[in-house]
């Protein structure tokens, strides 16, 4: 078994995807899963906003298990009112050095995969 603490994280989407705008899931290896996620491996709808050319950007990361993200869920944690970009807390800018400042995360490595995520569909 793992010992690192589970994350839940966020992903904004730059435009919507017809309803979607978010991505609620979690992860003990939050990296890892990022970078799952740009070669559209963890998700069939974040594979298909990678696809339609959409900036992703990694929105609110905390630490939580799988109860809690489905009690996230079950709150509706991947709508807007719950996204710091969209409630203009944060603006996409702010998002992003908030996770290359690594501020809420530990050394995963998280930084890099995240500019990475958010740069695939500009074809950077
Ligand atoms: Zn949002």
Avoid: W
């Avoid at 963890?42 to 990361?61: E, F, K, N």
């Avoid at 969209?86 to 050394?107: D, H, K, P, V, Y």
Wanted: a positive charge; proline letters at 4%.
């Amino acid at each position: 078994m793992s010992t690192r603490p589970r994350k839940i994280y966020l992903l904004h989407f730059c435009r919507p995807f017809g309803h979607a705008e978010h991505y609620l899931g979690s992860t003990d290896h939050l990296s890892h899963r990022l970078r799952k996620h740009a070669r559209g491996e963890a998700s069939t709808l974040v594979r298909h906003v990678v696809a339609a050319g959409i900036p992703i950007v990694v929105a609110d990361v905390r630490e939580g298990d799988r109860t809690e993200e489905r009690r996230l869920k079950n709150r509706g944690g991947s709508k807007s009112r719950h996204c710091p970009i969209c409630r203009g807390e944060l603006t996409l800018e702010q998002a992003m050095r908030r996770i290359r400042a690594n501020r809420i995360l530990e050394s995963e490595g998280v930084a890099p995969v995240a500019d990475a995520l958010y740069q695939l569909a500009a074809g950077a």
